[in-house]
């Protein structure tokens, strides 16, 4: 037990002290929130800007693309309009990142609109340093207002200018509706009050009656949680995988074995290697935790008071620990197999690849299973061996799971890992040794019949 020990501080002593994980402990979180938030400041600040010429047949949209930087009027609300708007229009596609200049063309008199727009059509393929290019041509026919089986036309550079294309395609229906409307003696202005959507506000009910409120941000969170979870085991896996390589290609397991026996080599390495992946975690939550309480206390100064306990609730806590640990077990004992069985850290790579992606359906499936954690296909997956502790975790923090879910799914954890524990031991004993050929399927059963 002692010589385990000792194995299990030097694995947790060379890790911990290594600068690049004391910075990377430390830094992790906030360059995780700087690669979220970046994106949205990037949207939210724009993204350059774009000319682009709209040619309308009809020739009476000319006050549509006047002001096309300004959002538009049902949007210009106070704070608590615009947070009710977000919700509103939260399936709605996104707004134009960028600021825009309009070259509006009145092609009302145009005899052939198709030859009016070819002069365009012609600049917007000119030389980027070319004074009268365009981004972008909209192309509006005549009888956009009359005919509702028109179809507009958006020309430009790119094939993915969706967002252009979509605010223009906006702002130009908003004033055919009107259009419409008024032609058939209909005041929009009425029609705007009548229609307007009525914001929902999304209540969990647990199995005790409790109401929690949180939508989105248990959305969040489930990712978020999720992500802590899985990563670790992913990366201090492939730790103590090129941690046994690496002794094997420089012959120092044969002297640690001399004095080791591989069964407490195999459980101080596993072990060692888990506090420092809890150690890391303890710090990222630790963080979390300090940042969510000043966060909170900003917006309670503010009026603004926020329940954390919504959708943090005290109990995720202590299944975060447990799953982690579960979690983290059942991948490092497979990864253990592949250092010991292969003889270089490309060759275990590949090796380890195939298994990896199978181990990790509950990630891919991540965005089903917070959506509907009661289907049985997620139910199934939480139950289920290796896939259990992501499941499982994922599932109680967007719902409330019955007890028995939870009791079985850690019990088919702890017999996984005591199984694959049993096997990673045999396989670890012989194939630490082995050096040349990497043994197949065959003979790996063999080491486990005979080891």
Known sequence: MNKMFAVMKREYLQAVRKKSFIIMTLLLPFLMAALLAVPGLIMAKGMGKKRIAVL??????????????????????????????????????????????????????????????????????????????????????????????????????????????ERLT???????????????????????????????????????????????????????????????????????MRGIVQEKTDRVVEVLVSSVSPMQLLTGKIVGVAAVGLT????????????????????AMADAPINLSQFIRPIIGFYFFVFYILAYLTYVCVYAIGGAICNSEKEAQQFMMPIMMLMMAPWFLMM?????????????????????????????????????????????????????????AKIFRIGILSYGKRPTIPELMRWVRVA
């Open 56 to 165: 309308d047949g009809t020739g009476r949209l000319e006050s549509a693309f006047a002001r096309p930087n300004e959002p538009p009027k049902e949007e210009q609300t106070d704070a608590a309009g615009a947070a009710r708007n977000a919700v509103m229009q939260r399936n709605r596609p996104p707004q134009l990142p960028s600021q825009m200049t309009v070259e509006y063309v009145n092609q009302s008199q145009s005899a052939n609109f198709d030859e009016a727009a070819k002069p365009y059509l012609k600049r917007l393929t000119a030389r980027d340093d070319a004074a009268d290019k365009l981004e972008g041509v909209f192309l509006i026919p005549k009888t956009a207002v009359a005919d509702a089986e028109t179809r507009m036309s958006y020309y430009s550079r790119s094939a993915t200018d969706f967002m252009t294309q």
């Open 170 to 240: 906006r702002m130009a229906n908003r004033s055919l509706h009107r259009m419409r409307l008024a032609a058939n003696g209909i005041d929009p202005a009425v029609v705007d009050t009548l229609l307007q959507d009525l914001p929902v506000e999304a209540v969990q009910l647990s199995r005790s009656g409790e109401r929690k409120k949180g939508g989105e941000l248990n959305f969040a969170m489930a990712f978020l949680f999720g992500a802590m979870l899985i990563l670790p085991s992913l990366v201090y896996g492939q730790e103590t």
């Open 280 to 299: 890391q975690i303890v710090v990222w939550v630790t963080m979390v935790g300090l940042i969510g309480a000043f966060a909170g206390t900003t917006l």
């Open 368 to 424: 089903p299973i917070v959506m509907n954690p009661e289907a049985p296909f997620a139910i199934g997956f939480s139950l289920a061996p290796v896939f259990g502790p992501i499941t499982m975790f994922v599932r109680a923090t967007v719902t409330d799971p019955p007890l028995w879910h939870f009791l079985v799914s850690i019990g088919l954890s702890i017999l996984t890992i005591l199984a694959f524990f049993w096997v990673t």
